[in-house]
C-alpha cells in the first residue's frame, strides 16, 4: 500500500505545471514511553487551559494567535490555508544545480511525489528524466504543514522525490569549533585508510536497523523481574594524546579483522522472533 497523501501541489519549472500527490517517505520508530506520575505510576495529561479565564479548552477552541502591535490576531485554518505567497499550491523550482552543491545539513524531511492524474505523466517524466541526465537537482520553494521550506528534487528510481531544507541562515556557523593545526604522518594516513576499507568490508547500510527497541526491553524487563537492569558500555576516558595513535589503528584494524572472520550475530528481527512466545492456537 503507497504511502497516504498529505497535500496535492503542482510542481512549476518555467511555464511548465505538473500536479503531483505529496505522501511522506519516511516514517520515524515510535518508542512506546508516556508520561507517569513517579510516586504511583499513572499516567499523566496534559491539559489546555485559558490563561485568563483559568479553564481548559476544547480542541475545537483553539487557534493559533500572532502579536501584533499590543494585540493579538486569531488565525483560523482557512486563513493559514489561503495566505498571498505563490509556493502555497506550486512547488515552485527557482533553479537546476549540481547534486554535490547541496549541503546535507541543509536536508530536513523526505516526500515522494506522484502524479496526479495520467496527463501529469509526461512532464512529470520529463523533468525526471532531465534532471537524471543532467546529474542536477531542483532547488523549489514548498509550503508543507503550515511552514514554506526551501526544498530539493531529485529522481530516484521511477519517482521524484523531494527533501525539505532548512533556510541558510538557519544553519549555525562552525566557528571556534575547529580542532588545532595537526599534520598526520604519512604512515598513520596509511593505516586509517586501512582500517577504513576493512570496516567497510561486508557492510550494507540497508540491514542496519535501530536497536533501541530492543534495549528498551530488556531494561523492561530487568525491572519486571527486580534484576539489575543492563547498563551502556562504558565510554573511552583516555585522552587521545595520552596514547599511541598508530598502535591505537593498528589494533583496530585487527580487531577489524577479527570481526569479519567471527559468526555474525543474528539480525535484530530474526532475535525478536526467537525471543517471543508461540501465539496459543
Keep these: 500500500m503507497p504511502p497516504p497523501t498529505i497535500v496535492k501541489l503542482h510542481i512549476t519549472f518555467g511555464l511548465v505545471s505538473v500536479p503531483v500527490d505529496v505522501h511522506p517517505a519516511t516514517a520515524r520508530h515510535s518508542v512506546p514511553l508516556h508520561l507517569v506520575h513517579t510516586r504511583c505510576g499513572s499516567r499523566v495529561r496534559l491539559h489546555r487551559f485559558c490563561e ?35 509556493s502555497m499550491k506550486n512547488i515552485e523550482v527557482l533553479a537546476f544545480v549540481p547534486a554535490d552543491r547541496i549541503d546535507p545539513l541543509l536536508l530536513d524531511r523526505a516526500y515522494y511525489l506522484s502524479v496526479d492524474g495520467p496527463v501529469a505523466a509526461r512532464p512529470y517524466v520529463l523533468l525526471r528524466d532531465a534532471m537524471r541526465e543532467t546529474g542536477q537537482v531542483a532547488i523549489a520553494r514548498a509550503v508543507i504543514r503550515t511552514r514554506e ?57 540497508e540491514q542496519q536497523e535501530d536497536a533501541y527497541q530492543r534495549a528498551l526491553e530488556r531494561v523492561v524487563e530487568a525491572k519486571l523481574t527486580g534484576a539489575e537492569p543492563p547498563h551502556a558500555p562504558e565510554a573511552p576516558t583516555a585522552p587521545i594524546g595520552a596514547v599511541d595513535l598508530m598502535a591505537e589503528l593498528e589494533r583496530s584494524v585487527a580487531a577489524a579483522k577479527a570481526r569479519e572472520t567471527s559468526p555474525a550475530e543474528p539480525p535484530l528481527k530474526e532475535a525478536r522472533a526467537k525471543k517471543s512466545p508461540p501465539s496459543a492456537p
Design 52 to 86: 485568563a479565564e483559568g479553564i481548559e479548552i476544547p480542541r475545537e477552541e483553539i487557534a493559533r494567535g500572532y502579536e501584533a502591535d499590543g494585540r493579538t490576531v486569531i488565525l483560523t485554518d482557512a486563513d493559514l490555508a489561503d495566505l498571498p505567497l505563490p
Design 149 to 205: 521550506n526551501l526544498a530539493v528534487l531529485r529522481p530516484r528510481g521511477e519517482i521524484i522525490a523531494m527533501q525539505t531544507m532548512l533556510w541558510p541562515d538557519e544553519l549555525r556557523p562552525a566557528d571556534g569549533l575547529e580542532p588545532p593545526a595537526h599534520e598526520p604522518r604519512p604512515q598513520e594516513l596509511e593505516m586509517a585508510d586501512l582500517l577504513m576499507e576493512q570496516l567497510t568490508r561486508g557492510f550494507h547500510l
